[in-house]
């Protein structure tokens, strides 16, 4: 049997699964790019900085929150501005107690003393919510939500004159295709993970990893001691699965 106008056969299962390969590496390329992810932009540590060792105490004070574009105004925005600082305060202290050494978030007040320590502070100069309905529903960018940050780390024993590190990360979600698109047996489940996976308490989880796994690998590099292996920051452009996969727990 001939294929209407081309003179050719139908395809047949044989020539099905030599396409096989291909169409597989080009969806998991298509999910791989599409997927939420924060990246590190850069990481800017002063020269002659690497510390001999990890530090006794690690203080994180609440980021500042600009090009704030959430859907809440007036009290609303308020409580939403300093639950989201609270949260990740607390999320960025829990990894780097994980990770580095013990951390505790502070208030923006809190003196803080001149010791073995670091103080943990910074601004997410953007910070986008988005549209759930529309990420979940239509995805491929719609709706996407997208936070930038920029996190600056003191050396306590040399007082608070300037940080010796500077960390630039930047991420959201992407472009995911949303439920529509999942077939009658993929859209529950696919509405399910975008409600998991994206959004700005997700993207803020993945923040608080890239900067912790930032100062991870400069403390790495000077061989100082860490609780538990070094984790990996994956770097904007970086194709996924190419950095290492952290420990579990990480």
Request: glycine fraction near 10%; aromatic fraction near 8%.
């Amino acid at each position: 049997m001939t294929a209407c106008g081309t003179g050719g056969e139908f395809p047949g299962p044989t020539h099905i699964m030599k396409f096989f390969p291909h169409l597989f590496l080009f969806g998991l390329a298509v999910f791989s790019f599409g997927c939420a992810s924060v990246s590190v932009r850069k990481a800017a540590f002063r020269p002659g900085s690497k510390p001999p060792t990890t530090p006794e105490k690690i203080y994180v004070r609440p980021f500042a929150l600009q090009g704030l574009r959430v859907d809440r105004k007036g009290a609303d925005l308020d409580a939403f501005a300093s639950e989201f600082q609270s949260a990740f305060s607390n999320k960025l202290a829990e990894r780097l107690s994980k990770n580095i050494a013990p951390a505790q978030a502070i208030g923006a007040d809190v003196p803080v003393p001149q010791s073995n320590a670091w103080l943990v502070e910074g601004d997410f100069q953007r910070l986008h919510q988005g549209s759930r309905a529309l990420r979940a529903i239509l995805g491929w960018g719609l709706g996407g939500t997208k936070m930038e940050c920029v996190t600056r780390v003191y050396d306590l024993k040399q007082g608070r004159r300037e940080p010796f590190a500077v960390i630039e990360t930047t991420g959201g979600s992407n472009a995911e295709p949303g439920a529509i698109f999942g077939g009658p047996f993929g859209a529950a489940p696919r509405l399910v993970m975008t409600s998991v996976t994206s959004g700005v308490s997700a993207d803020s989880r993945r923040t608080a990893r890239m900067i912790t796994a930032a100062l991870s690998e400069y403390l790495a590099e000077a061989n100082a001691p860490l609780p538990k292996k070094p984790m990996r920051a994956k770097r904007l452009g970086e194709v996924p699965g190419t950095t290492s996969a952290p420990a579990p727990g990480q």
